[in-house]
């Protein structure tokens, strides 16, 4: 069955570092992933999406890449800052359909 | 645009109770979702529709149910709350494109005793 891997515990680092996120996958091949940010107590709000022929996506101070030979996005923040603490959910396209399957989220937190 | 809106934001079932939880839309989105999320399992798909009047199962269907009678609303019921039940519940809705960027609402915690 497909599978979708985030690191459980939180990832906790000082404002201004680069925030590095990662999102395994097994068992198929999606033709594309999604981002997206949960705050406590709302939604995921999409952030980013990327297609299995993009190795790189970028937006602001946000870049997403997929390697479909090791089966991982990763997903980082550069210059982070404590507005960015939330959880972040790995979500890739299921099968050939428009579903998609979560996974549980990393929680970032990051320090003044 | 008040984008996806959940009614209630809380609700507290005791066993054997039913309910509703109504989901709406104001985007024009063909696809609708109905998620539940548990503490260290992630969003899972209970049921989805892809336009009015058409539901199908997700992943976790079994014990609710759903109606989409108009387009910018998607219903979930429970016919008779267990503790299991017990979650957070998500409505999520998408265009029909290439992309399917979900938006989400803002969540209804259930709590059943």
């Known amino acids: 069955s497909q599978k979708i891997e985030q690191n459980s515990e939180a990832l906790n680092i000082q404002e201004g570092k680069t925030a590095t996120l990662t999102c395994n996958y097994t068992n198929y091949s999606p033709a594309y992933l999604q981002w997206y940010r949960q705050d406590p107590g709302r939604g995921p709000v999409f952030l980013l999406l990327?297609?299995?022929?993009?190795k790189e996506k970028r937006k602001e101070r946000l870049k997403v890449t997929f390697d479909t030979t090791l089966k991982q996005s990763l997903f980082h923040i550069t210059a982070s800052q404590p507005a960015d603490s939330a959880t972040y959910l790995c979500?890739?396209?299921?099968?050939?359909?428009?579903?998609?399957?979560f996974g549980s989220g990393t929680r970032l937190l990051v320090r003044p | 645009n008040a984008g996806v809106t959940q009614t209630p934001k809380f609700r507290v079932l005791k066993t054997g109770q039913s309910m509703t939880l109504l989901c709406a839309q104001d985007m024009n989105h063909e696809y609708m979702y109905w998620y539940r999320q548990d503490p260290g399992m992630g969003l899972r798909l209970i049921h989805y529709?892809?336009?009015?009047?058409?539901?199908a199962k997700g992943e976790v269907p079994d014990g609710y149910n759903v109606s989409r009678l108009k387009k910018q609303n998607f219903l979930l019921g429970l016919e008779s709350a267990a503790p299991s039940q017990t979650s957070v519940y998500f409505c999520a809705s998408s265009y029909a494109s290439d992309s399917y960027e979900q938006y989400f609402g803002p969540g209804t915690r259930l709590t059943v005793t």
């Open positions: 529709s892809v336009g009015e009047g058409t539901t």
């Open positions: 990327i297609r299995e022929n993009e």
């Open positions: 979500a890739p396209r299921m099968d050939s359909s428009y579903k998609l399957i």
